[in-house]
């Protein structure tokens, strides 16, 4: 059976100026994407991960290809509030409280959507407690630390109403102990809210824990180098992480990347 795309990539290409430099950030990629799958992008440092996700996103336009967001250009999608994105660190308002800034998507879309934060307070009081943010639903984010708010920006992004979610290294700023934390309860609330997530990752252990695909990329100029799909079960567990298969993944990705960065 064919799965139909909800995310379709084709041919796409995207130079940048800079003086009299061009720099070929991406050539040629193809990319599908299917409704409620979580697919990674990984590669080294210039490979045009966030780049391609902001070409997803509409917020940069390709030179050449297209891209299709179930029917329409990113552009439209954007307008129609398909997408939240997930950046490096949270952007919370600190005058707001967590509760206030997880309204905040229904505030800024009230007109396009009609819905409003009232109607959705329950739903975002439930995410806040399933990333364990129950008891800090009107504290303030000076009061909270870096990865309790990366919790809150997930936690507004799965409440947003957006059925894409667009991540760039959303834990990249957190230490090891609290990214493994967060990636399960990532996890957790992706399984029960099927979003479709474009995850840009440096971190291997991460794209094969949560991801139906893994797209890895290489460098100079940026390409699709494979694509693996990881066929393990979920819900994923801390026993699955630790299995051969999980292992044999990470190897497999591991030897691509090496390939990669040999200079
Ligand atoms: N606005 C820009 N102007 C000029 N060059 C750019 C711009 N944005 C990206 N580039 C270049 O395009 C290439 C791809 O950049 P991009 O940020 O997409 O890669 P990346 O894989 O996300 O990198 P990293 O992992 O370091 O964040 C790089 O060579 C980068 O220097």
């Known amino acids: 059976m064919k799965h139909l795309s909800f995310i379709e990539v ?8 800079q ?9 040629n990629i193809s990319l599908s994407i299917e409704k409620g799958k979580f697919v990674s992008l990984i590669g080294p440092s210039g490979c045009g991960k966030s780049s391609l996700l902001r070409i997803i996103g509409g917020l940069v336009k390709q030179d050449c290809g297209e891209v299709n967001i179930g029917g329409m250009t990113p552009m439209e999608a954007q307008k129609r509030k398909q997408y939240s994105f997930v950046p490096q660190s949270p952007a919370l308002f600190p005058w707001r409280t967590v509760l206030q800034n997880m309204q905040l998507p229904f505030e800024v879309n009230r007109k396009a959507t009609g819905d409003t934060a009232k109607q959705h307070e329950l739903e975002l009081i439930e995410l806040l407690q399933s990333v364990g943010l129950g008891d ?3 504290a303030y984010p000076r009061m909270l630390s870096g990865g309790m708010q990366q919790r809150v920006g997930i ?3 799965f409440g947003s109403g957006a059925p894409i979610l667009l991540m760039d290294e959303p834990f990249s700023a957190l230490d090891e102990l609290t990214r493994e934390k967060i990636s399960y309860q990532l996890l957790n609330i992706w399984q029960e809210h099927q979003k479709t997530v474009v995850f840009v990752t440096h971190n291997i252990r991460e794209a094969v824990l949560l991801s139906d695909e893994v797209v890895i990329m290489s460098p100079r100029p940026g390409r699709i180098k494979k694509t ?5 079960p979920r819900p994923r567990t801390v026993e699955l992480e630790e299995s051969q298969q999980f292992q044999q993944y990470i190897t497999e990705i591991r030897a691509h990347l090496r390939q990669e960065s040999r200079v």
Do not use: C, G, N, P
């Open 10 to 17: 084709k041919e796409v290409s995207k130079q940048y100026r």
């Open 19 to 27: 003086r009299d430099q061009m720099t070929d950030a991406l050539i």
């Open 136 to 138: 800090f639903i009107h």
């Open 155 to 157: 936690a507004r992004a």
């Open 228 to 232: 693996i799909s990881i066929d393990l």
